[in-house]
């Protein structure tokens, strides 16, 4: 079974000054975005720098990938790649519990 192309891109490396708004702007001409947001600190809300932009579809996606990976943007080079599943990872305490009852 082919594995499809996600719909949603992970964009770093953005300025500071980079907003929603114009993230969202810079995408646009690749085709319908659902949504276009930046990774804000929690306490200052200030960007950390990075954020994702949501295709409605995997070929409008790949088209802006291809075109704006390795840009530069606002005085900074950009990087674009497919954003990956967030896969559960084992807390300490499980990695722990885990060695301890191998049975190998």
Do not use: C, W
Request: proline share 3%.
């Amino acid at each position: 079974m082919a594995k499809r192309f996600t719909t949603q891109l992970f964009v770093s490396r953005l300025s500071g000054y980079t907003t929603d708004q114009s993230l969202r702007q810079l995408f646009s001409p690749f085709g319908h975005i659902r949504e276009a947001r930046l990774i804000k600190d929690s306490q200052t809300q200030r960007p950390k720098g990075f954020g994702f932009v949501t295709f409605e579809s995997e070929d409008d996606a790949q088209k802006a990938m291809k075109a704006m990976d390795g840009k530069i943007v606002d005085g900074r080079l950009i990087f674009v790649e497919a954003a990956k599943d967030i896969e559960a990872q084992p807390t300490k305490v499980e990695e722990n519990t885990q060695s301890h009852y191998k049975t190998s």
